[in-house]
């Protein structure tokens, strides 16, 4: 056990930011707790009770397991903006503001090693509480899609913002990136409190920019004619009509002019229903690419900071 022990700079870090780390133990354990108690709850209850001939209701405890696990997948997506605000502040500037960073320097420590040593055990300590997070949710959406009648009790949606993230190595992506964000940010600010709210602006921005844009990381398939519609296991991007000179209208547009009066309000063969879609088949495409965009990002960044504290401290 002596070589996971942490030393040197780590120990530092760790011991003075003990009441950090306990907080984001607490709140995994937390959020893995109540989806444990509402699966235990709902394996003895069942998901779905009958209320009459060909008719299903879901339980009581069915309910507060859809919210255990759209706690968990919630945790899972916003824990990125708790750690990029702890690195942006406490962990660094915080010392720069006040000073105690030189304390290290001078006990043989490097400016750069003293940076790595702490990115280095937030981004340990956040990854292992995100993978997790990601192995739970994503075992209780394998188990829960297979239950019958899943479409009664559970809502959550691969392609929602707030699954999306949660189900796969983007989470993990994103964790990289607030740990490096918030080292920028602590460099380029040095003051506690302004450092913070500039990691989470940069960080929350980037997150709703992705989700804005990830449709479009993947091509999608294109439906003509017949209706695709498959349960909740397709992911609509765009939807409307083709117009006799080939053109394309958008719901969104027929909707912008009247949709009673727009052509897809309108029954004609020389209009043809489309539909631009994502099957449960490009999860894993768009989830590379986004993740792997992210990662270059969080690398710009962390490449970036150790360029300014450089120039600043040599």
């Keep these: 056990m002596s070589a996971l022990t942490p030393r040197g700079p780590a120990w530092v870090a760790v011991r003075q930011h003990r009441p950090a780390l306990w907080t984001a133990l607490l709140v995994v354990v937390f959020a893995i707790g109540c989806w444990g108690a509402a699966r235990v709850w709902v394996g003895s209850a069942g998901f779905t009770v009958s209320c009459g001939k060909g008719c299903a209701a879901s339980t009581e405890a069915a309910g507060w397991f859809h919210w255990a696990e759209s706690y968990v997948a919630g945790t899972t997506v916003l824990l990125p903006l708790l750690v990029v605000v702890f690195t942006a502040g406490p962990l660094i500037a915080r010392e720069l503001e006040s000073g105690t960073y030189r304390l290290a320097w001078t006990q043989s420590v490097s400016p750069a090693r003293w940076l790595a040593v702490r990115l280095a055990c937030v981004a340990a300590v956040a990854v292992a509480a995100t993978v997790l997070l990601v192995i739970t949710f994503r075992w209780s959406r394998h188990h829960t899609l297979n239950e019958p009648d899943a479409d009664l009790y559970s809502s959550l949606f691969w392609g929602d913002r707030t699954v999306f ?50 449709p479009h990381l993947w091509p999608a398939l294109t439906a003509e004619g017949a209706d695709v519609r498959d349960g909740s296991h397709l992911w609509f991007v765009q939807q409307g009509v083709l117009l006799p000179d080939g053109s394309r209208m958008t ?34 495409p768009l989830q590379l690419i986004e993740t792997g965009l992210v990662l270059l990002l969080a690398a710009a960044c962390v490449f970036a900071a150790f360029k300014v504290l450089r120039r600043v401290h040599g």
Excluded: N
């Excluded at 964790?175 to 913070?196: D, E, F, H, K």
């Excluded at 052509?263 to 209009?271: K, M, R, V």
């Excluded at 489309?274 to 894993?284: C, K, L």
């Design 165 to 214: 993230p949660a189900m796969g190595v983007t989470a993990v992506g994103y964790i990289l990136l607030a740990v490096s964000v918030g080292a920028l940010a602590a460099l380029i600010v040095r003051r506690t409190l302004p450092a913070m709210a500039v990691g989470l602006v940069a960080t929350a921005g980037v997150g709703l920019f992705f989700a804005w844009v990830r």
């Design 251 to 284: 719901r969104e547009q027929c909707w912008d002019m009247g949709y009673s009066k727009s052509p897809c309000g309108q029954e004609s063969p020389a209009l043809t229903p489309f539909s631009d879609y994502h099957p449960e088949s490009h999860f894993w």
